[in-house]
């Protein structure tokens, strides 16, 4: 258990440079949330489902994070400072990390699988703050969402999202930020699904342009030949 600890906690630090030492990473709000977590899945599990939503209420008090003693959560997750909502029937795998101000939100259940509700997050995704993640969606191994955007629908494994809705980026990421992306959220003017668009339009424009000079020349009447 004490090694497990120690894994868990050097996993944090691996992934926020602001953490100087375990220590620090154990007074963590996210830490602090997930540790009660625990707890009240263990006792949700047992249908003692009073005594795990008073735990509930207690460490959302405790910590500003509300996470339903139904959700299940792997090992190594990592929710940065918290704010966060995270609904009953959520699933989230092993080396998730999950920024503040996040919402994994759930729909209608006669609009998907019966009586859930709330995402599927696959190992080792990555959600940036503000973003809002709804309904009983699968968001891939390894995917990224970046910082204020809104998925309603399935993540592809590795594919990185951004905006409202949220649409794939248009390039590899990898060389922005190699490794783990802070926030999800990678950086630069070619990764913005909306300049994407715009350069797609520009070449397509520029190639009818092409097409319709080609149209007018072979349109221009030929000069008569003189016979000798």
Not at 2 to 25: C, N, Q
Not at 135 to 151: D, H, L, M, T
Request: charged residues 20%; hydrophobic residues 40%.
């Amino acid at each position: 258990m004490h090694s497990g600890l120690i894994a868990y906690l050097d996993s944090v630090k691996s992934r926020d440079p602001a953490a100087r030492s375990r220590l620090d990473v154990l007074f963590y709000p996210g830490v602090a949330a997930l540790a009660l977590h625990r707890v009240a899945h263990w006792l949700w599990e047992g249908q003692l489902f009073f005594v795990a939503r008073l735990i509930n209420h207690f460490a959302r008090f405790l910590t500003g994070i509300d996470i339903h003693p139904g959700a299940k959560i792997g090992k190594r997750f990592f929710l940065d400072h918290g704010f966060s909502v995270i609904g009953e029937s959520a699933e989230i795998g092993d080396d998730v990390t999950i920024y503040q101000h996040v919402t994994l939100g759930g729909t209608n259940p006669t609009t998907g699988e019966a009586g859930k509700r709330h995402p599927t997050l696959r190992n080792g995704v990555v959600i940036g703050s503000g973003a809002q993640v709804l309904g009983p969606i699968e968001v891939g191994e390894g995917a990224k969402i970046g910082a204020n955007s809104v998925v309603t629908k399935d993540v592809a494994p590795g594919q990185t999202v951004v905006g409202i809705p949220a649409k794939p980026v248009p390039v590899d990421v990898v060389h922005y930020s190699p490794g783990f992306m802070p926030y999800g959220t990678p950086c630069g003017e070619d990764v913005d699904p909306v300049r994407a668009k715009l350069s797609e339009l520009e070449e397509e424009l520029e190639a009818l342009r092409k097409e319709v000079k080609m149209l007018r020349a072979a349109r221009q009447p030929q000069p008569k030949v003189k016979s000798a």
